[in-house]
């Protein structure tokens, strides 16, 4: 599979001179941030952008092994053929009108397939939007180049996606808004031979990944994938679609995927320790939390909260969903209150959830924040840390690496859900995904992904 990721050169087929083309859109991505040799091929130009265009993939010089084909699915046939013929080792087919569009479609994939038996060339796709790379800066997909324009955000989470939507504009989304960065993104479309098995095994090998999220419609191998699942020590979440009768029809005409039994498919899955999300922002926040923390230790009793507020009514709202969740408040010890009642006034006695407003009234936000994570993250009896921000009026002291250092040191992990004007907010996530720090715009989804960051079990 190394061929599809760090490829020698790579031959476009499709490529072309309109920026309104999808042929454009990867010749312009692969030039953005591809190293070696690119070789677009379309007879119809001599060259393109400054770059030699060749009539056919038969006439690209070495050195290239990968080749993005971007042409109508008759035409694609004869194209693999010729990169069969090439001796290229793989193709990244990003054409559609295959088996997800009727019969016609479905005797052009047994084709495709027919070419891999006979030629042992690797074909990924067809109907996908190929691969984007934020460690390494590469994006080999018709996905707008406006990817680029924020910056590609490089992260810890890998995705495999059985859909265009989640490594096009949905990755768009979750980069600038903010949210987290990305490893690798894996579109696979109709997966007429790579499929989630040979990515995911990729991916649990990937020094680059630390946390797999996948969107599948169906599984191809249950019982290589799920042993995969078993044993890879990287968290793994899965949002598996199709799982009703009408969803199913629809995977069907979307990646000609046949889905299975709802209950049967996420039993099998938490047996291999696999994390279920039930919807599109679900599997990115999971995924993120659990590539900042793979495994925390806690002791075989519930895991216990502290509750760092500037609110009472979200310190009550977050002790709900704590107990909802199966957590619990912690009960902090004698040193800790000791510690925080000397911010806090005398009328108001210490307790969790720390509702921290009336000290930074008294001594001001920066000495009241920096005793309370000091005072919580030093008690023995907390084993992780819930701390509510608000930004864009008055001031607090989140110095989010050093905030982030101590969580490391005890192995206590820490969490934040934030509030404020918008301009303060996004560069308050953006400086919290580099810290390593998950955050959160909703009090359930945060005390949801702390839940599974301390209680995930691996696979039996």
């Known amino acids: 599979m190394e061929f599809f990721f760090k490829p020698r050169g790579i031959a476009l087929v499709g490529a072309s001179s309109n920026p309104n083309k999808g042929g454009n859109s990867i010749l312009t991505n692969l030039v953005r941030g591809f190293k070696g040799p690119i070789y677009p091929v379309n007879p119809r130009y001599d060259e393109i952008g400054g770059l030699a265009c060749y009539p056919s993939v038969l006439d690209v010089p070495d050195p290239v092994d990968l080749a993005i084909v971007f042409v109508g699915a008759e035409m694609t046939l004869k194209a693999v053929r010729e990169c069969a013929q090439r001796g290229l080792r793989g193709v990244m087919i990003q054409s559609a009108g295959f088996a997800e569009s009727g019969q016609q479609g479905r005797q052009l994939q047994a084709e495709l397939q027919a070419i891999r038996r006979d030629t042992g060339l690797r074909l990924w796709g067809p109907n996908c939007m190929g691969l984007v790379d934020g460690v390494n800066r590469q994006v080999f997909s018709f996905v707008s180049p406006s990817i680029w324009d924020e910056g590609l955000v490089p992260g810890r989470v890998s995705l495999v996606v059985q859909s265009g939507m989640l490594s096009a504009g949905f990755l768009i989304d979750i980069m600038t808004h903010g949210t987290m960065g990305i490893s690798k993104a894996c579109s696979i479309g109709n997966k007429v031979d790579v499929d989630e098995c040979d990515l995911l095994q990729y991916l649990v090998e990937d020094p680059d990944t630390g946390c797999i999220g996948m969107y599948l419609e169906s599984i191809a191998d249950g019982r290589r994938f799920l042993d995969i699942c078993r044993r890879c020590d990287k968290p793994i979440v899965v949002l598996k679609g199709g799982k009703s009768k009408k969803g199913a029809a629809a995977a069907l005409s979307h990646t000609a995927s046949i889905a299975g039994n709802r209950a049967v498919v996420s039993g099998a899955l938490a047996q291999a320790g696999v994390i279920e999300a039930q919807g599109f922002m679900q599997l990115i926040d999971l995924s993120r939390t659990l590539a900042v923390y793979p495994e925390i230790k806690v002791k075989n009793r519930p895991p216990r909260i502290a509750v760092l507020t500037f609110s009472g009514g979200a310190g009550i709202v977050s002790s709900d969903f704590i107990e909802r969740h199966g957590l619990e408040l912690a009960d902090l010890g004698a040193a800790a209150k000791n510690d925080l009642q000397e911010v806090f006034p005398e009328w108001m006695p210490v307790s969790n959830p720390v509702d921290l407003w009336p000290a ?41 690496s050093s905030i982030a250092k101590i969580a490391q040191a005890g192995n206590k992990p820490v969490f934040g859900w934030l509030l404020g004007k918008q301009t303060e907010a996004h560069s308050f996530m953006m400086r919290a995904s580099e810290a390593g720090i998950p955050v959160f715009r909703e009090i359930p989804r945060a005390v949801e992904c702390m839940a599974a960051a301390l209680k995930r079990k691996k696979g039996l």
């Open 360 to 400: 930074i009234e008294r001594k001001g936000p920066d000495v009241a924040w920096g005793r309370a994570f000091n005072a919580v993250f030093a008690d023995p009896g907390v084993d992780a840390v819930f701390f509510h921000v608000f930004v864009g009026g008055f001031s607090g002291s989140y110095e989010l």
